[in-house]
């Protein structure tokens, strides 16, 4: 079994930063991918952006330019850096792992774009 923990969501004006930090333990034989999605209120999961085995990226044509997900494999941990936050951004953000046997999901964390 996998366990994904996300940390780093909270409150931040627009035009702010944060960087959303999610840490992957239990047995992991493999990643084939490791994401970042959101979740807004009355609208569905979507997908932010994702990093996969070979170190490519892709990410959600409404936050190009503005985040940027890395990924530090001896810790398993795949981090999301978000600048230029809007209020749209606000949402739960949910971390990802496909381990090419499984998908598994962490628990969320929020973040509220606000003045």
């Known amino acids: 079994q996998v366990q994904l923990v996300e940390s780093g969501g909270g409150l931040v004006q627009p035009g702010g930063s944060l960087r959303l930090s999610c840490v992957a333990s239990?047995?992991?034989?493999?990643?084939?991918?490791m994401a970042w999605y959101r979740q807004a209120p009355g609208k569905q999961r979507e997908l932010v952006a994702r990093t996969t085995s070979g170190s490519s990226t892709n990410y959600a044509d409404s936050v190009k330019g503005r985040f940027t997900i890395s990924r530090d494999n001896a810790k398993n941990t795949v981090y999301l850096q978000m600048n230029s936050l809007k209020p749209e951004d606000t949402a739960v953000y949910y971390c990802n792992l496909d381990d090419y046997f499984a998908r598994y999901w962490g628990q969320g964390t929020q973040v509220t774009v606000s003045s």
């Open positions: 239990g047995s992991i034989f493999g990643i084939k991918s």
